[in-house]
């Protein structure tokens, strides 16, 4: 298996443009979290789905931040419009159930200037 | 939400040293979990244990739920196992991570 594959590796974009960022879970893993990690905040989770359906979204900052999840190998977070305080590694891990070992992917690193 | 501490912050090792990372969490959790993240930035998942022990070859973590702690410890440490140590809490839907240990080990 692949693993966890997410694209962009990197993104550079201005203040104010729109960011989408995409992740491909390990297949047959049915949870899948969206997590964000900074200097300053640590590592934070941003929103997690089971079976496609999102379950908590209580650690997306704003109302700039939105995921979805259409079908269980795809998901996307965007950002829109992007600011420069929304720099950061952005990861996705996927697994089986809620509360199975996550594996992670290896992030998109997010620079808005 | 849970508080999550870890201790200590930062930790250098001597190769072959064997260290013992400690998660306090302020909750009852129905999820903890060990990750290590690698000087290069990739995270891994150590361990899933919300309660007992487990051992991965130099590797092995115990929780005590009822005591609301977590130990890792790292035997004949490498510099390989370079990196930051984070635990990660969760009661209910969602998961709280520590600000981590930042483990260096020295040839």
């Known amino acids: 298996d692949a693993g966890v594959i997410q694209s962009p590796r990197h993104e550079v974009t201005e203040m104010g443009q729109e960011v989408t960022l995409r992740c491909k879970p390990i297949s047959g893993h049915n949870s899948l979290f969206w997590y964000r990690q900074t200097m300053m905040r640590g590592l934070e989770l941003l929103i997690y789905f089971n079976n496609n359906v999102p379950i908590d979204d209580s650690g997306m900052p704003e109302d700039r931040f939105s995921a979805k999840m259409p079908n269980a190998s795809f998901s996307t977070l965007k950002i829109q419009p992007s600011e420069p305080r929304d720099s950061a590694v952005y990861f996705c891990?996927?697994?089986?159930?809620?509360?199975?070992?996550?594996?992670f992917g290896p992030g998109t690193r997010l620079t808005v200037t | 939400g849970i508080q999550v501490e870890q201790s200590p912050p930062d930790l250098i090792l001597q190769e072959g040293a064997n260290s013992t990372l400690r998660c306090n969490f302020s909750d009852s959790v129905n999820n903890l979990q060990w990750f290590h993240q690698n000087p290069w930035g990739q995270l891994i998942n150590l361990f899933y244990?919300?309660?007992g022990t487990k051992q991965n070859g130099r590797l092995s973590a115990t929780t005590v739920a009822t005591e609301r702690y977590s130990l890792l410890y790292i035997s004949s440490s490498q510099t390989t196992d370079s990196g930051v140590y984070f635990c990660?809490?969760?009661?209910?839907?969602?998961?709280?991570f520590g600000t981590g240990t930042s483990l260096t080990v020295i040839p």
């Open positions: 990660a809490a969760a009661t209910g839907n969602q998961f709280y």
């Open positions: 244990i919300p309660s």
């Open positions: 891990a996927s697994t089986t159930g809620l509360l199975g070992t996550q594996y």
